[in-house]
């Protein structure tokens, strides 16, 4: 591909506009600086660019420094996915949690709160919530970042979200159109399809992004799913049906259309991320998510350099792209006066205990009758399976650290292999267990590990931190909807009765 000279002129500036690349490190690069003085509009920040809320807040600032009014977008989610706490854990239980809850104004105020959290560190676009129906309960990519599987439940949750969120003046971006939830493959290793009818489509899977819309939104990311009742060729990131005919015309949707990442592998494996781009972009996006996995200068020089030539060849209208471009400056302006009428956005954060009282309202407990809490240290076997990408690896979860707060001297273990029953039966020896699973209903071997603590334990207490699919069981079932920090807390202190 021909390489084209930095510039200003305004095609030049256009393409870099569109970009929302990543980046590594706690500081912003000289080449990302660079790129923003030649026109980038938008950062995305992940687990790797945060290490506390103050480096945050200053590396916003230095970015700030070069262009003030760059979108610094984020991936928070609360619950499972979370980039503002990835090294402990979320305050906050997650989409899950609040949908076993079903009260709207908790949802609101929990996505205000972490609003809030988000615009005193400078961030003022989030890619959350989550809109996506979880009606497939096989579903390794979304589950419990899902408010459940009822439409209408998804659907006044995530307005409420919404709302929540940029009362804080950080914009929301729902997710991920038209609906990822029907899914059994995940779209970071390839490409899902969805086979529903379009009138099941329009029931089901748009009624959240209905909502989502109604509430104001100010973005949208795409999913990279293939959706045949509305296009039989292309995923809907790269469909002009979905994107422009569906989201733009029928349900009358006018804010920035933001792509999922273009390097997960629905996209890059198949199209590559420039030609997937151009697609993109000519389909109706206007801003190109890129940055999970590809960080550096040489990838926005790439995918500058594709957007250009489309246009010069004619494949990208120029117009398009001018008219993406504009978009993504007109989310700069609204975030600049939604900051501004938030006001203080870090007076009432400090203490503000509403991630705690979720995840205490969610918990659900069975057989608990008849229980009585422990004072002696447990053992806590924890049968752990691996985690899906947009989660990571990197974000501890369980209860094993809140119980050896609540009772010194608690051991742990961590299981991942078919025996991961008697291996845990021998490392506990005569200690009262506690059973630490994620998704039991997904994954034959933690049922097989279950069995075989249960048999020979019967008193084992069970902590179920994914989707409880599951029959209960155990001599108290504890499903707390969400495996973050504040849900094992909760979780330990009903395990410590205090």
């Not at 912003?28 to 807040?57: H, M, T, Y």
């Not at 709302?163 to 390839?190: E, R, W, Y």
């Not at 992004?209 to 045949?228: C, D, K, N, Y």
Request: aromatic share 4%; glycine share 10%.
């Amino acid at each position: 591909m021909t390489t084209f000279a930095s510039g200003t002129d305004t095609l030049t500036r256009d393409a870099l506009t569109v970009l929302q690349p990543g980046f590594p490190g706690t500081t912003a690069p000289d080449w990302l600086l660079r790129r923003l003085g030649e026109g980038l509009a938008s950062v995305g920040l992940f687990g790797r660019n945060i290490a506390s809320p103050e480096q945050l807040a200053a590396l916003t600032a230095q970015l700030r420094v070069e262009r003030d009014d760059v979108l610094v977008a984020i991936d928070e989610e609360g619950g499972d996915v979370t980039r503002l706490e990835v090294r402990t854990g979320s305050s906050f239980p997650g989409n899950n949690a609040l949908g076993a809850v079903d009260d709207v104004s908790l949802t609101q105020e929990v996505a205000a709160e972490l609003g809030r959290r988000l615009a005193a560190c400078g961030v003022n676009l989030n890619w959350a919530p989550s809109a996506d129906v979880n009606s497939n309960p096989s579903n390794p990519v979304i589950g419990v970042r899902s408010f459940g599987a009822d439409p209408d439940l998804v659907a006044r949750h995530t307005a409420a979200y919404v709302t929540g969120l940029q009362s804080a003046g950080v914009a929301a971006c729902t997710k991920h159109f038209p609906g990822h939830g029907d899914t059994s493959v995940d779209s970071h290793h390839a490409l899902p399809r969805i086979d529903v009818d379009a009138s099941a489509l329009h029931e089901r899977e748009l009624s959240p992004f209905r909502a989502a819309i109604a509430a104001g939104t100010r973005a949208m990311m795409t999913a990279h799913i293939l959706v045949p009742a509305l296009d039989p060729e292309r995923p809907a990131t790269l469909s002009r049906r979905v994107l422009t005919d569906l989201l733009r015309r029928e349900l009358g949707y006018d804010g920035l259309i933001v792509t999922d990442g273009m390097e997960m592998q629905a996209i890059a494996g198949t199209y590559g991320i420039e030609r997937g781009s151009v697609l993109a972009l000519a389909a109706g996006a206007d801003a190109i998510c890129v940055g999970g996995g590809l960080a550096d200068d040489a990838t926005v020089r790439r995918l500058r350099d594709a957007l250009i030539t489309a246009v010069r060849t004619g494949e990208l209208p120029e117009a398009r792209l001018a008219d993406a471009a504009e978009r993504v400056r007109g989310l700069a302006r609204w975030t600049a006066s939604a900051a501004r009428t938030a006001g203080d956005v870090s007076r009432g954060s400090a203490g503000n205990d509403v991630g705690l009282r979720a995840a205490r309202r969610a918990l659900r407990l069975t057989g608990g009758e008849t229980f009585t809490p422990l004072t002696e240290p447990p053992y806590v076997a924890a049968f752990t399976p691996v985690a899906n990408f947009a989660v990571g690896d990197e974000t501890p979860w369980g209860v094993a650290s809140e119980l050896s707060r609540l009772l010194p001297g608690t051991e742990t273990g961590t299981f991942t292999d078919e025996d991961a029953g008697h291996t845990a039966l021998r490392a506990a020896g005569g200690r009262r267990i506690v059973a630490v699973v994620r998704d039991e209903h997904r994954h034959p071997w933690t049922a097989a590990a279950l069995d075989t603590l249960l048999a020979a334990r019967p008193d084992t207490i069970v902590v179920e931190m994914g989707l409880p699919q599951a029959t209960p069981r155990g001599a108290l079932h504890i499903a707390t909807h969400g495996a973050a920090r504040v849900c094992g807390r909760v979780a330990a202190e009903v395990i410590a009765g205090v």
